[in-house]
């Protein structure tokens, strides 16, 4: 399969592609990583596994120790395009990207100059599962998530395991976002 996504398992607070992808499976091989390759066949992004780095449950003492999600915030402010990859479990969010996404409370908090920076960020959603049809609660959630933040959404992609992507719209629309963003850099 030819792409170019390339996995980050280091932090670091820039981004080389115009595209970031926090994929949030329990299989980092599996269904969702799959069709991110496909969303982005021989476009550049670079995938950040939440199964590769740590991510400490909310605390509201907000005290992590040898925590990766700063450092992946701190790319995600660097990067043009940030896709958040997820099943569907339950009409939810898989675990890793529930516990993700619960830590952008700190962002509210202790670090509110940086979660400032992600405000006007374009994002996309890609959510995967058995269904023949996108969940509409977890894209209903999504939704809520990027308004209270100021993310700007690109597109919300489906795709069933092993079929094509429910809606080539939204898809296009985060290709076309990504090749104009690589053209820009």
Known sequence: MNTELTSSSTLRTSVAAPALAILGSARSEGNTARALQRLFESLPCEVVDLNQVRIAPFSYSQQYS??????IIEQMVEAPLIVFATPVYWYSYSAPMKQFIDRFTDLLYSRK????RL?????AFLTTGYAPRPNE?????????CDYLGLEQVGMVYAQEGTVFYDEVPVEAVRECCKALANDS
């Open 137 to 145: 609660v977890i894209q209903a959630a999504f939704g809520s998530f």
């Open 113 to 116: 100059d940086l979660g400032r």
């Open 66 to 71: 040898d925590d990766d999600f700063i450092g």
């Open 119 to 123: 405000r006007g960020r374009k994002v």
